[in-house]
């Protein structure tokens, strides 16, 4: 049978070296504390946001629960106040 290898004195430098860039990668390049680009904000996004009372018109009018006539009757009541 072979004998293991025994490790030079520089092995284990290596692989910690290794080990550092692996993690650093992972937290740096991943979904890491910077992945929005350094910008952190209580504020939500645009999908977690309040619609509009417009936005759930056209939401309204684009399903077909309010005629073409209601629809821009209420936006224009909309848009005036």
């Given at each position: 049978m072979?004998?293991?290898?025994?490790?030079?004195?520089?092995?284990?430098?290596?692989?910690?070296?290794?080990?550092?860039?692996?993690?650093m990668?992972?937290f740096?390049?991943?979904?890491g504390?910077?992945?929005?680009?350094?910008?952190?904000?209580?504020?939500?996004?645009?999908?977690?946001?309040?619609?509009?009372?417009?936005d759930?018109?056209?939401?309204m009018?684009?399903r077909?629960?309010?005629?073409?006539?209601?629809?821009?009757?209420?936006?224009?009541d909309?848009l005036n106040?």
């Amino acid at each position: 049978m072979k004998q293991l290898k025994k490790y030079q004195k520089g092995d284990a430098g290596a692989a910690m070296v290794i080990v550092m860039l692996v993690v650093m990668l992972g937290f740096f390049g991943g979904k890491g504390m910077w992945s929005d680009g350094g910008h952190h904000s209580s504020a939500p996004d645009a999908s977690q946001q309040e619609k509009t009372a417009l936005d759930l018109l056209d939401e309204m009018y684009a399903r077909g629960e309010i005629s073409r006539e209601d629809y821009l009757r209420k936006r224009e009541d909309l848009l005036n106040h």
